[in-house]
């Protein structure tokens, strides 16, 4: 793959997530937390996570992305008669950071990356310490998500 700038990178980019990405907000019920080593507690309220992911066939083009843009990879299991499928995707900061570069550039998604943003803006503590403004306002922008993510 020839592109030759960072402003080229984020144009491809932005087009394989207008057809290939996911962008949206997830909402993760109160639930029991069991972490590795530790006991396990209760999240009492209601938890909301940005999301932005690439699923595709094509390992080169996941790897691609990975290495120009950070984030993680993954795998879904291999079902019978299907190819393997590869899953990047970013969270955090790192989300914020390359969906302010990316929103200039989508053109199916940008609504969803503009309302990822915004939701971006209400994070700074999770968990328990959320008040119920917050929590208000995260749910106000995930079910604008989940609308348009219903349309597409």
């Given at each position: 793959m020839n592109l030759n700038n960072r402003r080229e990178k984020l144009i491809y980019l932005a087009?394989?997530?207008?057809?290939?990405?996911?962008?949206?907000?997830?909402?993760?019920?109160?639930?029991?937390?069991?972490?590795?080593?530790?006991e396990e507690w209760?999240?009492?309220?209601?938890?909301?996570?940005?999301?932005?992911?690439?699923i595709n066939t094509n390992k080169?083009?996941?790897?691609?992305?990975?290495?120009?843009?950070g984030g993680s990879i993954n795998f879904?299991?291999?079902?019978?008669?299907q190819k393997l499928c590869y899953r990047w995707h970013i969270f955090g900061s790192g989300l914020e950071s390359l969906l302010t570069e990316l929103e200039p550039f989508l053109f199916i998604?940008?609504?969803?990356?503009?309302?990822?943003?915004?939701?971006?803006k209400t994070v700074n503590k999770t968990g328990h310490l959320i008040n119920?403004?917050?929590?208000?306002?995260?749910?106000?922008?995930?079910?604008?998500?989940?609308?348009?993510?219903?349309?597409?």
């Open positions: 087009a394989i997530i207008d057809g290939e990405g996911s962008i949206g907000i997830e909402l993760l019920s109160p639930c029991k937390i069991k972490r590795k080593g530790k209760q999240r009492k309220k209601d938890y909301y996570a940005g999301r932005l992911c690439v080169p083009l996941i790897d691609w992305i990975h290495k120009e843009f879904r299991t291999k079902q019978p008669n998604k940008k609504q969803q990356a503009q309302i990822l943003l915004k939701y971006r119920d403004n917050i929590l208000s306002i995260r749910k106000d922008l995930w079910l604008q998500c989940k609308s348009l993510n219903k349309l597409g």
